[in-house]
């Protein structure tokens, strides 16, 4: 079992940037898939950014595409998320997830472990 604790959230104007964290506890962090996921108020969760157990692959969502930075280290069971250019559309609940398989993932039905989230804001 793998539990995840994320950090690096709060409120910052738009074009500001943050940086998430998720650090995972529990064993074989490295057989895991790792994605970072949103829901905003009212609207369903959705796949920010995931990246493979290696760290080979990664995915985006398109409307954080050159935006977002998702990368790991599997010796420090970490997984980041950088923010840049923010913007108040990107403000949501972020969670970071786990989830088997040979390819990112990019359901929430794919992914296994989830952490409690952390809230990002972003005013104009």
């Known amino acids: 079992q793998v539990q995840l604790a994320e950090s690096g959230g709060g409120l910052v104007q738009a074009g500001g940037s943050l940086r998430l964290s998720c650090v995972a506890s529990?064993?074989?962090?490295?057989?895991?898939?790792m994605g970072w996921f949103r829901q905003a108020p009212g609207k369903e969760r959705e796949i920010v950014a995931g990246?493979?157990?290696?760290?080979?692959?990664?995915y985006y969502a398109d409307s954080v595409k050159g935006q977002f930075t998702i990368s790991r280290d599997n010796a420090k069971n970490t997984v980041h998320l950088q923010m840049n250019s923010l913007k108040p559309e990107n403000t949501a609940v972020y969670y970071c997830?786990?989830?088997?398989?040979?390819?990112?993932?990019?359901?929430?039905?794919?992914?296994?472990?989830w952490g409690q989230g952390t809230q990002v804001s972003v005013s104009s």
């Open positions: 990246i493979s157990r290696s760290g080979g692959r990664t």
């Open positions: 997830a786990a989830g088997f398989g040979l390819i990112v993932p990019t359901s929430p039905q794919q992914y296994v472990y």
């Open positions: 529990g064993r074989d962090f490295s057989n895991y898939n």
